[in-house]
C-alpha cells in the first residue's frame, strides 16, 4: 500500500498518454514526417514541465522518497555523443513507434506485440550499460 501513489500516477499517464494520441503510431509517423505539429507540442509541454520541475526541486531542495537530497551533476558536454546517441534512440523510436512511456502504454492498453519493442528496449539499455566503459563518451 505504501507505493499505490506510484500506481495511480502511472494509470493518470497512461490515461493521458491516451487520451492525447501520444501512444498512436499514427501520430508518430506524422511527427517522423514532418506533417504535423501534434507531437511536437507534446514534447515541447514536456520538456517545459521538465526544466520547470528540475528548477522547483532545486529552489526548494526537495528530497527523494528515500529522504536523500535530489542532486543534479553537470554533464561532459560533446556534441558528437548527444548526436550519436539521439540518432540510435530515434531510430529506434521511429522503427518500434513508440519511445518508452508510451510502449508500457501500449502494452497496458493490449497492444501485446509493442512487449516485443518494449523487451528489445531493455535489451539495448543493458548492452548500453555493458559496453558503456568501451565507447567513447
Known sequence: M??????????VFGVVMTKS???????IQEM????AFHMYGIIGTAVTLGVAGVALI???KI????????LFSPKDKSVYRYLIGGTIFGLGWALG?????PMVVNIGYGYWAMA?????????TYLYGVLKSK???
Open 21 to 27: 494520441e501520444a501512444v498512436s503510431w499514427f501520430r
Open 97 to 101: 513507434g513508440a519511445c518508452p512511456g
Open 135 to 137: 565507447l567513447p563518451h
Open 32 to 35: 517522423f514526417r514532418f506533417q
Open 58 to 60: 532545486k529552489k526548494f
Open 116 to 124: 516485443i519493442v518494449f523487451f528489445f528496449a531493455l535489451v539495448g
Open 63 to 70: 528530497r527523494d522518497f528515500s529522504g536523500n537530497p535530489i
Open 2 to 11: 505504501k507505493l499505490i501513489k506510484f500506481l495511480l500516477l502511472g494509470i
